[in-house]
């Protein structure tokens, strides 16, 4: 485990991932813990949620697969094919489940852009997938730009007709934004599901406990908005508000968790934000730099 801190000062009342783990960690100890099968569907999508997983270390994806979840199937990571796939994924249905879902849903008649198997002779679409499953989950986990409001796979012109999986679904399904989601939100949202049940989540149905704060109440850079000292061209390390940046609207932890084992993210390598984790990223965040905003 790192010794990183990810209190955040306006998060304090929430359990932060680290504590999470560790109450999965005593509660395995114990015998107390009582894991939960998972399923992880991907639709129409790029598989950058599920490689950011891959990524993660706070704990690393071995440990979400044999210490806190039955891993059932994954259709990005599976080695077998054809059938057995498909018996392995809709199998699940006899049991409790986790159902998490990267992509959007392709819908363009009927949804036959996106076909993710045959099962008994029959081509199964990813429409057909996501509603058959995610009609009986115990929880729905959205992860990502794709699945939790259409995306990039939605953006114009969208000829799949790609939509969200909570446009198919008629029930809860928690939200977890960003291209790509960070591992930490998907683990801490998972364990807060294991340990205590659905966490708090805002209006968007995203967990309070990584979506509460704008990313500019927490930008190291900041004073220099204040001050009203701007950068004018990428590579100066002042605010970078009149690039574009959209810090000011984006509800995110990105300033105190950073990226890739928690080493960089955009604005500390000198990248304005361009709103990734915003419901309409990234129609409504174009253009993502801009040397006129404010003149
Ligand atoms: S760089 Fe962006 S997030 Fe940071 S203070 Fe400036 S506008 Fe806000």
Redesign the pocket.
Same mark, same amino acid.
């Given at each position: 485990m790192s010794n990183r801190d990810f209190s955040c000062p306006d998060d304090r009342e929430s359990p932060n991932t680290i504590r999470l783990m560790e109450i999965v960690k005593n509660q395995m100890k114990q015998g107390i813990f009582k894991k939960m099968n998972l399923v992880w569907l991907e639709l129409t999508g790029c598989s950058g949620n599920i490689i950011s997983l891959l990524n993660g270390s706070n704990p690393d994806f071995i440990y979400l697969i044999s210490q806190m979840t039955n891993f059932i199937s994954c259709n990005s990571l599976s080695v077998n094919e054809g059938q057995d796939v498909m018996e392995q994924l809709f199998g699940v249905l006899e049991s409790d489940y986790i159902l998490a879902v990267e992509g959007a849903v392709a819908t363009k008649d009927n949804g036959l852009y996106n076909i993710i198997g045959r099962y008994n002779g029959r081509l199964i679409t990813a429409l057909e997938a996501v509603k058959t499953l995610g009609e009986k989950a115990k929880h729905v986990i959205a992860i990502g730009a794709c699945a939790t409001h259409g995306g990039v796979s939605a953006a114009r012109p969208n000829p799949a007709e790609c939509i969200s999986v909570q446009s198919v679904l008629n029930r809860k399904v928690i939200k977890l934004t960003g291209c790509p989601c960070h591992p930490d939100w998907f683990m801490g949202t998972l364990a807060h599901i294991l340990l205590y049940g659905e966490p708090e989540l805002d209006h968007f149905d995203r967990p309070l406990m990584f979506y509460s704060t704008?990313?500019?109440d927490r930008?190291? #850079? #900041?004073?220099?908005?204040?001050q009203g000292i701007?950068?004018e061209k990428l590579g100066d390390k002042?605010?970078?508000?009149k690039l574009g940046? #959209?810090?000011?609207v984006?509800h995110i932890d990105c300033?105190i968790r950073q990226w890739n084992q928690y080493v960089n993210w955009p604005?500390k390598d000198d990248t304005?934000?361009i709103g990734c984790a915003q419901f309409g990223f990234p129609d409504l965040m174009e253009p993502f730099i801009s040397y006129n905003t404010t003149r």
């Open positions: 704008l990313i500019h930008c190291p #850079r #900041r004073s220099y908005f204040d701007f950068a002042t605010c970078m508000f940046c #959209r810090g000011p984006t300033p604005i304005p934000c």
